[in-house]
């Protein structure tokens, strides 16, 4: 693709960022340094680089060109899509994974069982399954718990669907009930690893960032939960259950609703993303 970003050396390619990414981003290159992206459906975007940088909005202002046409040039001649294994495309080339976002009649002709659901595991790999395909999602699955086990960033665990030849969310929590403890839990593993990073980013001295961990209960099911140190001001990510430390040495339990509940107007959502609420105190010990 040619570069209109005023290096004629430059190579310009598709690049696809998730909405907890972009979230962290609008903390470290806010405003104008903000990467350009173009909305693609559930947590889905996709933005270009330049020689390995993010073309930014004000960038694109100065483009000359519609960023959409731009986009669309990037992913215009990729490789062909893999032949499908056991109900499933994996797409292990990111420009190809955004060509297929972009432009999904690409994957119209591809033979499998249902309407084409996607997932944007991480930037490098996209898997397409059938909606009607019930054993190629508890694949899916598998996959993305490897890829949390391996420690790498990821990008969405949500699924989108090709409907009439747009992205819309997949239900599939809904759909595949017998699979719905494997979802939840591999939704909360997605959920933890964008709160690790947003919390590098929010890391200050004068306030507790509070990590979601994950805890298996002894029925299988997964839950998240994060630790308040009472009357320290901290940043509570949204979780199953919240862990409240006594000044005193004693740990209590309570839901995050329940929390919340309790707490009242003293507790302030903020407009991080991924969400945290703030709760007000002294500054760490």
């Known amino acids: 693709m040619t570069d209109v970003f005023g290096d004629a050396a430059a190579s ?9 990414e972009l979230g962290v981003l609008s903390l470290t290159a806010p405003g104008d340094i903000h990467p350009r992206v173009e909305y693609i459906g559930g947590e889905i975007f996709v933005g270009l680089d330049a020689d390995g ?3 930014t909005r004000a960038q694109a202002e100065t483009a000359g060109r519609p960023f959409d046409e ?10 062909d899509l893999p032949d499908p294994v056991d109900g499933a495309v994996i797409v292990e080339q990111e420009a190809l994974a955004a060509a297929l976002l972009v432009d999904p009649s690409r994957i119209a002709a591809v033979g499998l ?4 659901v996607v997932f944007a595991l991480s930037r490098d790999t996209l898997v397409i399954v059938g909606a009607d395909d019930e054993a190629a999602f508890g694949r899916v699955l598998d996959l993305a718990e490897t890829l949390y086990d391996a420690g790498g960033p990821l990008v969405s665990a949500h699924p989108i669907v090709l409907a009439d ?3 819309a969310p997949f239900p599939w929590r ?12 591999v939704l909360r593993l ?16 004068d306030v507790h960032i509070a990590d979601p961990k994950i805890h298996v209960r002894e029925d299988g099911v997964t ?13 509570l990510p949204v979780v199953d259950n919240v862990m409240i430390a006594n000044p005193a040495g004693t740990l209590s339990v309570t839901t995050m609703d329940e929390f919340l509940d309790a707490a009242g107007d003293a507790v302030v959502r903020t407009g991080l993303s991924p969400l945290r609420y703030f709760v007000p105190g002294e500054p760490p010990r």
């Open 165 to 167: 030849g747009a992205w």
């Open 113 to 116: 069982t249902g309407d084409r």
């Open 70 to 79: 731009l986009v669309a040039e990037s992913v215009a001649s990729v490789d």
């Open 174 to 185: 809904e759909r595949f009930t017998a699979l719905q403890l494997r979802i939840e839990r």
């Open 12 to 20: 310009v390619v598709p690049r696809i960022y998730g909405a907890s």
């Open 223 to 235: 839950l998240t939960f994060a630790a308040w140190p009472q009357g320290t001001a901290t940043l």
């Open 190 to 205: 997605f959920s933890v690893r964008a709160y690790e990073a947003q919390g590098v980013v929010l890391a200050r001295p």
């Open 53 to 55: 940088l993010a073309i």
